[in-house]
């Protein structure tokens, strides 16, 4: 079968089903997994579909909105490997987790998959769909869902969050300040992410390092209310960091 022709039903199937493994995708085409992954990462750089772990989602229909496609394929390496060192060392089993609508905090979902009985706790549309996708049990908070992140937003999920009680938050960040502010473009976001901090036991940021000096509109928390994951960043990026921020890097 031509690489085109094969590519083609993968697109359509991915599209029919919105969610596929690999393997469904092998016997679609009678082709060797190696193929089918260096098919998916073409196709994902097309932006034809979006690759998820072990296997790939249609962004027709989940993730309509270009931008959204783009903020999960930046920085995916840097992205999984903070996911998976969050995951390994601040989650154990039997926890509830929130897990919010950030592409890091998504990439944790596969490796909660690990941990016995987890609970994940979200309002990140895609991050609800790939939970249920690695068979976790699963709560998506209710309320209006933005176009442009699928992030869940609004009072009633407010109300929501502030009804539950977590082991642990994960939140996304688009800007840690020298001061330690905590920023994200949008208020109604900056809320939901306050809310998670304030009622989980424990909070962690995840942010890769492009994230570091940068400012946005709305501030939701500070690096002394939790504890910052990143990767393991250089010593001209800490001094862009508060003095005594809780930092952990990933290895």
């Known amino acids: 079968m031509l690489t085109q022709e094969r590519q083609s039903l993968i697109e359509d199937y991915v599209n029919q089903h919105e969610l596929c493994r690999v393997s469904e995708l092998c016997n ?3 082709t060797s997994e190696s193929t089918i992954r260096r098919d998916l990462i073409q196709m994902e750089k097309n932006g034809i579909l979006k690759r998820v772990h072990g296997g790939a989602q249609s962004v027709k229909n989940f993730s309509r909105d270009v931008s959204q496609n783009v903020r999960f394929s930046l920085n995916h390496d840097v992205k999984i490997a903070i996911a998976k060192y969050a995951a390994e060392h601040f989650v154990h089993p039997g926890d509830n987790v929130f897990i919010d609508a950030g592409t890091t905090t998504y990439e944790m979902v596969p490796f909660l998959a690990e941990i016995p009985n987890v609970k994940i706790i979200t309002n990140g549309v895609e991050t609800a769909l790939c939970s249920l996708n690695h ?13 442009d ?22 939140v ?5 300040e020298k001061n330690g502010n905590l920023t994200t473009p949008d208020p109604e976001e900056a809320a939901i992410k ?12 995840l942010a890769d390092s492009t994230k ?7 501030v939701f ?7 910052v994951v990143t990767e393991k960043i250089k010593s ?3 001094t862009a960091l508060p003095a005594d921020i809780n930092l952990e890097e990933a290895k």
């Open 28 to 30: 679609l085409t009678d």
């Open 149 to 170: 992140t699928h992030a869940v937003v609004g009072q009633t999920a407010l109300s929501q969050i502030r009804a539950m009680n977590f082991s642990a938050s994960f």
């Open 236 to 238: 001209s990026q800490k």
């Open 221 to 227: 928390a500070n690096t002394d209310d939790v504890i």
């Open 135 to 147: 068979g976790i049990k699963t709560f998506l908070i209710g309320g209006e869902v933005k176009d």
């Open 172 to 176: 996304g960040a688009n800007g840690i």
């Open 212 to 218: 570091i000096g940068e400012r946005n509109f709305a």
């Open 194 to 205: 306050a809310a998670e901090i304030k009622q989980a036991r424990h909070a962690y940021v």
